[in-house]
């Protein structure tokens, strides 16, 4: 298959899952065992960033109006508890960048975590339809936020933005919507600064070969399959829940053990 197919292909992959929640990760190891090619995790955030940078140009009036509007309590303490996310986010993201922590190569740990994400959307679904319809997003839940980002950055599978989404919903915001927005708006700094990082040591220490040519081609198609994407969710949600995801997640974990167990 043709180079710049792939890097196609892998940008419409992640602009498709980054903001579902189903684990762009996940989904870029299995097309990479899937025959796409490996490609290095400067190909991987960057693209990711095409993805954030659709949800930075659907929420840009809401972030414009968080700037201008600080003076206001009820924008200062939002912006506020957004920055309490992502500094928990980078911090705990530095510290295991300092562990030596990697994302593992064999295709079980994302089975398993796709099963396990599954029936947590199910289990968190049950519990929110309970709860009394909210859209305060209280400091707790900001908290909890930025550690659910960073717990699902260690186990690819699990989902950043299903996983700080149900985080949120299950500490205080059920609204699906308002849970939705805050994961949305935690991302868009959160992945620029990882982009950031990695083109940084790409420029002191080299690309290591990396083709910018199908970077680039992958950066755009992602960005234009994630703002679709993210259009279409944020009406989906108004009146569906997440369960089809959860159903989605725990068949595609099945045929993946399905298929190793065959091929062991």
């Known amino acids: 298959m043709n180079d710049i197919i792939k890097a196609v292909i892998l940008g419409i992959v992640e602009g498709i899952t980054e903001f579902l929640p189903i684990s762009s990760t996940g989904h870029l190891l299995i097309a990479e065992k899937l025959g796409l090619g490996h490609r290095s995790d ?45 500094c928990i986010t980078g911090v705990l993201g530095l510290i295991t960048t300092k562990l030596g922590f990697k994302l593992p190569e064999a295709i079980t740990p994302i089975a398993w975590a796709l099963i396990i994400g599954g029936v947590w959307i199910l289990i968190a679904e049950w519990i929110a339809a309970k709860q009394v319809d909210t859209t305060n997003v209280s400091w707790l839940v900001a908290v909890v936020a930025g550690i659910a980002q960073i717990v699902a950055a260690i186990f ?42 990695l083109l940084w040591d790409a420029y002191k ?49 099945a045929i993946i053990f399905t298929f190793y167990f065959l091929n062991v």
């Open 205 to 253: 220490h080299g690309s290591g070969g990396e083709n910018w040519g199908e970077l680039g081609i992958a950066f755009v198609v992602s960005t234009i399959t994630a703002f679709l994407v993210v259009k279409w969710l944020i009406r989906y949600i108004q009146t569906h829940r997440f369960t089809s995801f959860a159903i989605y997640r725990i068949i595609l974990g």
């Open 42 to 86: 400067l190909f991987n955030v960057v693209i990711q960033a095409g993805a954030i940078l659709a949800v930075t140009i659907i929420y840009w009036k809401r972030l414009c109006s968080l700037v201008t509007g600080f003076a206001k309590q009820e924008n200062r303490d939002y912006a506020l508890k957004l920055l309490t996310a992502f």
């Open 156 to 197: 690819p599978g699990l989902s950043r933005s299903g996983a700080t989404i149900f985080a949120c919903m299950l500490t205080g915001t059920s609204n699906r919507a308002a849970a939705t927005e805050f994961t949305f708006l935690i991302g868009i700094p959160t992945m620029y600064a990882a982009s950031g990082k």
